[in-house]
């Protein structure tokens, strides 16, 4: 099989058994992936492209384009392959996982401006899985992601980008 | 000189248009739609106990008197968006539908191109190019904070580009807001003022003409390029797009702006323009209360004119 170009778009295979590039994950893969974590609906997806640039980086496209592709950006990325356990980023869930309902920890009002402002914390209350999680918190009415983290040994780490931590006010 | 100087013969009261431009400018955010409605948007400022008060001319642009949007959580989840007023005119005078191909010529930092992208309910293809690489990675920031997963970002001469690596053989639209004397910005930047020479101006109109030529071109028969500027000058506005009715099949349509505008001039020292570029918008700041600007909307000549053309 050919290697990964990390500087160009690649339009990811249909199935695994369209794979020509080595390591690279599929479609099938990638919207299973979204639907085993965090119970996304598959629809979410229709219409959507997915492609590497990077190695094991994805993006996440509204239409389809010739590939291979050379620009700047493509859509948002949405998850990082090529490892042990798949990381869904803090863009892609907040756009694509608003409805998710699995994995989704709510956060209280305190609880959501630290993990905002980038803070672990300890957070015995969680009984489901470990690894990576959405954290939500209540606003307007609604539940809204914040953003990832990632659950082990009773204690809920912020995975919010440094360009997207802010210091938020705790809502009554 | 004061280059404001030049304009107070084109405006209805100098007096009050020298007055504006010295106030400083308001903060306004635009409720992104990709992401959240203006009614729950609006809950989320009044949860946080933001004061706000909605434009008079649209639902989802919000002024914030007490300053930056930047740390409140409607903010952080991408609900919002800081943007002038006036830099929400180009996306509205193009009116992208879902599902077109649309090019934004100069798209850093990306407030207009997440605007269309919006107006596109982020789907069909953007394409945000901006020739500056440095301010690429502003854009691609807001695309990914507000959730736009429709745009295409390039590095490219806007003067030049080709858009056949895309597949793409005819754009629906396009939008030219090009680099400009920012002199509708003193409001913001006070300095623009004292910068301002009519060598700069003179050095920007080859790159406004070739950059508005340019999406002319790449627009299909029958698809529409908004030319916007931040400046009072006509040499890069009126004289620009008088140049390309001129040189191309593309004319002046109607466009009903939302806000309080004066129609473009057909005259300017000792240049005349084209009579339609009275369908052109001037935005002067005493108007409504914002930055200044110009937008002007263009059609490109339909299938049997360009046949005549070529012809």
Redesign the interface.
Known sequence: MAENDGQRFDRLPATPDEREIEGRASREEVVDWWTERFGVDPETFD??TFWEKGSGKIW????D??SP?????????VLRTRQEHWKPTT?GV??FARDATKNVIELGPGEAAAF?AGHDQQLDRWDGDWGYLIAAHE????L?P?GVGLYLHGELRSRVPK??Q????T?D | MNPLDRYERLVDDPEAFREACDRPLPSVVRVNGI??TPE??R??LD???VTYETVDWSDRLFRLPDGSP?????Y???WLHGQEEVSALPALALDPDPGDRVWDACAAPGSKTCHLADLMD????LI?NDNN?GR?SA???N???L?????????DDARNVSLD???IDGLDGAVADVPCSCEGTCRKNPDVLEKWSLGHVESLVGIQKGILRRAIDLTRPGGEVVYSTCTFAPEENEAVVDHAIETTDAELVEWDAPLDTSPGVTEWEDQQFDESLRKAHRVYPHQNDTGGFFVAKLRVGDEDAVEGVSA
């Open positions: 219409g959507v996440a496209f509204s239409a384009l010739p592709l050379r620009a700047e950006g493509l859509g948002i990325t863009t907040k756009r905002a606003l307007a009415g609604q809204e914040i360009g997207y802010e210091e938020l006010a809502l | 992401a959240a729950r948007a809950e989320a949860e946080e106990g930047g740390t409140t959580w409607p952080v989840h991408g982020d789907s069909g293809v945000g690489l690429l854009l691609r920031h695309a990914e904070r959730g736009v997963s429709n745009l295409v970002v390039t590095n690596s895309l597949g």
